[in-house]
């Protein structure tokens, strides 16, 4: 059996475990505890919001087709993957008799990818100098320039 000055001890001792692990929660934590989230909401929404954007300028430092980054080009040359091609490339294509005159249409040719239902926010909306090379290489006369290196004897 349990006496009473057993019981008012063990009832007495929870009360202090339960103050003592009161105090032990941290000043924002107890916030969390009275229900108090919308604080905690809006720091999340606003952490996702910024990691959108840091996304976002990720992307446009990627080339849509390779995926390579324009920072490894010196001359910073990059091609728009959606709209009408650049004069260069209209020049080349009516030389050749072929009616594609948009980006899309040619990327889709040459690299058997689809870029017309890209969303800005999730893919890259530039392509890097090097892939534009190779669309032109794709149409012209030019020999491609294919470089074998010699073994040692």
């Known amino acids: 059996h349990i006496n009473k000055d057993q019981v008012e ?11 003592h692990k009161d105090e032990a929660v941290p000043r924002g934590e107890k916030m ?6 919308q604080a905690l909401e809006k720091d999340a ?7 959108n954007k840091a996304h976002q300028n990720n992307l446009k430092q990627l080339c849509r087709i390779c995926g390579v980054s324009f920072k490894t080009d010196c001359y910073k040359r990059s091609h728009p993957v959606h709209g009408p091609v650049d004069d260069e ?3 080349l294509l009516r030389k050749k008799e072929k009616k594609a005159t948009s980006w899309p249409d040619l990327i889709a040719k040459v690299f058997k990818i689809d870029v017309r239902g890209d969303v800005d926010t999730i893919h890259p909306t530039q392509f890097c ?8 290489r794709k149409f012209s ?13």
């Open 141 to 153: 006369n030019t020999p491609c320039e294919v470089y074998f290196p010699r073994n040692g004897t």
């Open 45 to 51: 929404n606003d952490m996702q919001t910024e990691d």
């Open 89 to 91: 490339t209209l020049w």
């Open 129 to 136: 100098h090097n892939c534009w090379t190779i669309i032109h």
């Open 9 to 19: 001890e063990v009832t007495s001792s929870s009360k202090e475990i339960i103050l």
């Open 32 to 37: 969390d505890l009275m229900g108090n989230r």
